[in-house]
């Protein structure tokens, strides 16, 4: 069973396209994560929701929209895409807010044309 | 701002000996720090947490040191396997958010037969 799921596996688009990534975690966490990692390889933590709940947002231009239905999925669609948004962008989850271990998917690599 | 460095972006050993890794901190005291692999095309996954209270952490052939004076984890693969190539990141909980992790650079580790 795969705990933390994402979809698509690739995406390739045109810049200023508008496209959605999937998260799905069938662990029961709480808390969930969308990660992006450069081509350098730097993880870099882009959101948090807890119980459906924005908590953090670091600094991600508003491009990048969360979005969580339910505890156990957090999407991200992200606007207008540029260049510079080619990466890989994992999702991840933990137990709840203050539990420190985290669960990643699988990734999603897209690539902006 | 906290920073982490993971001083080698590349490691390579022979079969059998036992790998190093290293993951320095400034501007923190952290409560905890997590060591997480991560394979090609692959999300991180998690292997060790080791709290400011604990010297060391083992599992299995994996033992995890924790200086906070140095501000300095080491982090031991004995009897290193080719299995055991993969990048290895070090990761702090955030100044700001303690639900959220900082993760280092990485180090790729690889194990020749």
């Known amino acids: 069973d795969t705990a933390v799921s994402q979809t698509p596996k690739y995406l390739v688009t045109q810049m200023g396209n508008d496209k959605s990534i999937k998260c799905e975690q069938n662990?029961?966490?709480?808390?969930m994560y969308w990660y992006k990692q450069d081509s350098k390889k730097f993880l870099k933590i882009m959101f948090s929701?807890?119980?459906?709940?924005?908590?953090i947002n670091e600094t991600v231009p508003n491009r990048f929209s969360p979005k969580s239905p339910d505890k156990a999925h957090l999407n991200l669609h992200i606007n207008s895409l540029e260049l510079g948004d080619s990466a890989v962008y994992f999702c991840?989850?933990?137990?709840?807010?203050?539990?420190?271990?985290?669960?990643f998917g699988p990734g999603t690599r897209l690539l902006v044309l | 701002s906290q920073k982490i460095e993971q001083n080698s972006e590349a490691l390579n050993i022979q079969e059998g000996k036992t790998a190093t890794l290293t993951c320095n901190y400034t501007?923190?005291?952290?409560?905890?720090l997590q060591w997480y692999r991560q394979d090609p095309g692959r999300g991180p996954v998690f292997l060790l947490l080791?709290?400011?209270?604990?010297k060391e952490k083992r599992k299995e052939r994996l033992k995890v040191t924790f200086d906070t004076t140095l501000k300095q984890s080491l982090f031991h693969i004995t009897a290193s396997q080719p299995a055991d190539s993969a990048t290895y990141l070090c990761?702090?909980?955030?100044?700001?958010?303690?639900?959220?992790?900082?993760f280092g650079k990485g180090t790729k580790l690889s194990v020749k037969p």
């Open positions: 080791i709290r400011e209270n604990e």
């Open positions: 990761a702090l909980p955030s100044v700001g958010s303690q639900g959220n992790l900082i």
């Open positions: 662990l029961g966490h709480d808390t």
């Open positions: 929701y807890n119980n459906k709940e924005l908590i």
């Open positions: 501007n923190y005291s952290p409560a905890y």
């Open positions: 991840a989850s933990s137990q709840d807010w203050l539990q420190e271990t985290q669960y």
